[in-house]
């Protein structure tokens, strides 16, 4: 079986206090492709134009990925965004969006692709989600990325989808802002009332959360002392969380599996950010993701030895 993606498949300009990049492989699809090719065979879905050359493609396909489903229209251009981080690295400015071949994107998927097991919505219109949902029959367990805009413009087909999938992964800002909620837990909370068994709130630098009906997880971040480049890291934590649960396929997905489904998504985010856009991942080999998830592991447990307590 396999694991269908659909979403934006890109070329970013990026400057960063680290460094700059005029032209490098990004997109949703690409790092959630690139993280979840780890555990299992990804088919990616999304439109391309005729400049995606074959380094890119080649790229694209790094561990087996299925780029059958990409489509490569004819004279048109690939999705392009451009933006600029300062120090702090949780904001960004976007000085450039050409939506290009993305602007007309119908998804189309094969029936390989439908048949597919596990489905991610990577951040596109909602409608389009919905009908991705629609078609992707064979699919038992799906999660769906989002984002502030279409919180803004297009809320009820975004609530909408949301009732058709099993996960959602927003950043902390962005589940508030859904349900009109300050607080995270109480956000996440409601949002389970909507349709989803689990709802994942990225948290940056400071980790991420993970709310279901049987309990509250929070992972940190893994501790690095070198960032370079944070795009493609919310794809790419998304990529280890998915591909953790696809790779454990007839289990019931429990919250501990989730649990440890954060850790792999964490461990794979932690790496993305190391180096500009695709790089670090593309080279990125399983025993140094395990390394990483035996540090959270360690970095995050403690024994508790209890003292009297005064009244």
Same mark, same amino acid.
Not at 275 to 282: I, M, P, Y
């Given at each position: 079986m396999s694991v269908t993606v659909v979403g934006s498949i890109a070329f970013d300009a990026v400057k960063t206090p680290f460094g700059e990049r005029e032209r490098m492989l990004g997109g949703a699809a690409t790092h959630f492709a690139l993280a979840a090719s780890f555990f299992d065979e990804i088919r990616a879905v999304g439109p391309v134009g005729e400049d995606f050359d074959d380094a890119a493609f080649e790229v694209l396909r790094t561990r087996g990925t299925n780029t059958d489903d990409v489509e490569q229209v004819a004279g048109g251009k690939t999705f392009f965004w451009k933006g600029e981080y300062g120090w702090d690295l949780n904001s960004r400015e976007t000085l450039d969006t050409q939506l290009n071949v993305f602007e007309h994107f119908e998804p189309k998927l094969s029936q390989a692709s439908k048949d597919s097991e596990i489905l991610f919505l990577a951040n596109i219109v909602p409608a389009l989600q919905a009908q991705v949902r629609e078609q992707a029959t064979g699919a038992k367990w799906v999660a769906l990325d989002s984002m502030n805009l279409w919180i803004d413009i297009a809320r009820d087909d975004l609530r909408n989808v949301i009732g058709m999938v099993d996960c959602l992964i927003l950043n902390d800002a962005e589940v508030r802002q859904l349900v009109a909620k300050p607080n995270l837990v109480s956000a996440a909370r409601e949002l389970l009332t909507w349709g989803p068994s689990a709802v994942v709130a990225k948290q940056g630098e400071y980790g991420a959360v993970l709310v279901t009906a049987d309990g509250f997880f929070s992972l940190p971040a893994y501790p690095l002392e070198s960032v370079v480049d944070p795009t493609g890291a919310g794809d790419t934590f998304a990529g280890g969380f998915v591909g953790y649960v696809a790779a454990h396929r007839g289990e019931p997905v429990t919250h501990d599996l989730l649990c440890r489904a954060m850790a792999y998504g964490t461990a794979l985010a932690s790496?993305?950010? @190391? %180096?500009?856009?695709?790089?670090?991942?593309?080279?990125?080999?399983? @025993? %140094?993701?395990?390394?990483?998830?035996?540090?959270l592991q360690t970095i995050t447990a403690f024994q508790d030895a209890p003292v009297a307590l005064r009244a």
């Open positions: 790496y993305n950010v @190391e %180096e500009f856009g695709t790089d670090r991942v593309a080279r990125l080999t399983g @025993e %140094e993701i395990a390394a990483r998830v035996s540090e």
